[in-house]
């Protein structure tokens, strides 16, 4: 699986000029790279196996790569990186309705709590953003947008995530007609820019999607540049 993703998508393991972590692929320096993180391991307590490199866990949604590395030092060693399957773009939707932005009260496992957050969600390997946004949009809250516009990319945690994310503002002419509840999504509330800035103030938004895509539209000018609402 490895050699597979290094053939299909080279620049996941590009060394750029002044690169502080140089990824080895000559099979001699692999296993140098594996050994001295072995050692650090076990010094630690920890198991040899952590520092086997390669894809070491895989599903249909991303996979953890531990690479061989070598600093501009000379130091051995390995680090890994989360990808999102095929290397796919997720994406991010703001979709507004007339003058407010639509939320979904979405229960997330890896916080075990309920976060309010914009439609979002994992692309697929080979398809156009565009199209991923339009569906995710019918999907989570039951409408298609009228116009996308595209915010660019952002990546979630540039120390462990290797994919980019794809930030959309949507316009919607649209009431959103149902919350996707299969995905954990047991309400749909819509609130105004400043209602949304208030709420990111106030710490009741903590999603970093919405925070980020919120404030890449608001720059550009698709947000009236108003003060959070207050209470």
Do not use: C, K
Not at 44 to 63: I, K, L, S
Not at 109 to 138: C, K, N
Not at 148 to 169: I, K
Not at 170 to 183: F, L, R
């Amino acid at each position: 699986m490895y050699a597979n993703l290094r053939e299909s998508h080279p620049a996941l393991f590009a060394n750029p000029p002044g690169a502080a972590f140089e990824i080895l692929t000559e099979p001699v320096e692999v296993r140098a790279a594996e050994e001295a993180r072995a050692t650090d391991l076990a010094e630690a307590g920890m198991p040899a196996f952590m520092a086997e490199t390669g894809v070491v866990y895989a599903d249909p949604f991303f996979m953890v790569v531990r690479d061989a590395v070598r600093t501009p030092a000379g130091s051995l060693g390995t680090y890994s990186r989360v990808i999102s399957a095929g290397n796919a773009i997720g994406v991010v939707i703001l979709p507004q309705v007339g003058e407010g932005i639509v939320l979904v009260h979405h229960f997330r496992h890896s916080t075990r709590t309920w976060h309010l957050e914009i439609p979002r969600g994992f692309g697929m390997p080979g398809s156009d953003p565009v199209d991923d946004a339009r569906r995710e949009l019918l999907e989570e809250i039951g409408v298609s947008a009228t116009a996308l516009h595209d915010l660019g990319e952002v990546y979630p945690d540039s120390g462990a995530m290797g994919s980019p994310v794809r930030l959309f503002y949507a316009e919607v002419s649209d009431p959103p007609s149902a919350a996707d509840q299969e995905e954990g999504i047991d309400a749909i509330r819509i609130v105004s820019p400043g209602e949304l800035g208030r709420m990111i103030r106030d710490e009741e938004i903590t999603d970093g999607f919405t925070i980020t895509a919120y404030t890449r539209a608001l720059l550009r000018g698709l947000l009236p540049a108003s003060a959070p609402e207050t209470l």
